[in-house]
């Protein structure tokens, strides 16, 4: 599906591999990561399980800038992006499970290891994804919610898919960076998500080192 670079580390006596989905220079646009060739990539190097992180807005008044979200559901508004490996191009039609998307067990580990670094978190939510790279309008923030989404992103699906059709255990951490549009006292910018990113990121980090040598595999 393409090149992918992978970084490798230690954590402990357990390999790690980091995929930066923007790139390292931030310059690939949600609408066009290549999603098949991250997840592909990792599991060609043996990746077991996959935390992703994602910067969302909140559609609840209790998420607030700052708090994290472990989903545990998400709906799809993504157009444009290929969203399976199932394509059919080997003559075979295959279906897979996704009644529960996130990987539980994993959810349950990362709970009290984001608390103890006195992160606020939610232990349950709904995703939605939408295609990017705009932001979404009142109206359509306003029928999200309708629909139980909790918080919107833009780079979430097709990964928790993917993953699942490998064989992989998926599991996310959403920071909150803003109230969604309609819900924020004014329009959204870049500059405000980075800032809220900025303030919780010593604190992530700690977390995610803590939960790459801790964590068990699923």
Same mark, same amino acid.
């Given at each position: 599906?393409?090149?992918?670079?992978?970084?490798?580390?230690?954590?402990?006596?357990?390999?790690?591999?980091?995929?930066?989905?923007?790139?390292?220079?931030?310059?690939?646009?949600?609408?066009?990561?290549?999603?098949?060739?991250?997840?592909?990539?990792?599991?060609?190097?043996?990746?077991?399980?996959?935390?992703?992180?994602?910067?969302v807005g909140s559609l609840r008044p209790v998420m607030r800038p700052?708090?994290?979200?472990?989903?545990?559901?998400?709906?799809?508004?993504?157009?444009?992006?290929?969203?399976?490996?199932?394509?059919?191009?080997?003559?075979?039609?295959?279906?897979?499970?996704?009644? #529960?998307?996130?990987?539980?067990?994993? $959810?349950?580990? %990362?709970?009290?290891? =984001?608390?103890?670094?006195? /992160? @606020? !978190?939610?232990?349950?939510?709904?995703?939605?994804?939408?295609?990017?790279?705009?932001?979404?309008?009142?109206?359509?923030?306003?029928?999200?919610?309708?629909?139980?989404?909790?918080?919107?992103?833009?780079?979430?699906?097709?990964?928790?898919?993917?993953?699942?059709?490998?064989?992989?255990?998926?599991?996310?951490?959403?920071?909150?960076?803003?109230?969604?549009?309609?819900?924020?006292?004014?329009?959204?910018?870049?500059?405000?998500? #980075?800032?809220?990113?900025?303030?919780? $990121?010593?604190? %992530?980090?700690?977390? =995610?080192?803590?939960?790459? /040598? @801790? !964590?068990?595999?699923?």
């Open positions: 599906y393409g090149a992918v670079e992978l970084q490798h580390g230690q954590a402990g006596t357990r390999e790690v591999c980091l995929v930066r989905r923007h790139g390292a220079a931030h310059d690939i646009p949600p609408h066009r990561i290549n999603y098949r060739a991250n997840l592909r990539a990792l599991r060609i190097v043996g990746c077991r399980v996959v935390i992703a992180t994602n910067a700052g708090d994290l979200v472990l989903p545990d559901q998400f709906l799809d508004c993504t157009k444009a992006r290929p969203t399976t490996f199932f394509d059919g191009d080997d003559g075979r039609v295959r279906h897979v499970d996704v009644t #529960e998307p996130y990987c539980n067990s994993q $959810r349950n580990q %990362l709970f009290p290891v =984001l608390e103890r670094h006195g /992160l @606020t !978190v939610h232990p349950a939510g709904t995703y939605i994804c939408t295609e990017g790279p705009r932001f979404e309008t009142p109206a359509e923030i306003r029928a999200y919610a309708a629909w139980g989404a909790d918080v919107v992103g833009m780079t979430g699906v097709p990964e928790v898919v993917l993953a699942r059709e490998l064989g992989i255990c998926y599991a996310t951490i959403c920071l909150v960076t803003n109230f969604a549009a309609g819900i924020s006292h004014g329009p959204i910018t870049s500059e405000e998500i #980075e800032e809220i990113a900025s303030q919780r $990121r010593a604190a %992530l980090d700690g977390a =995610l080192r803590e939960i790459a /040598l @801790t !964590v068990e595999d699923a």
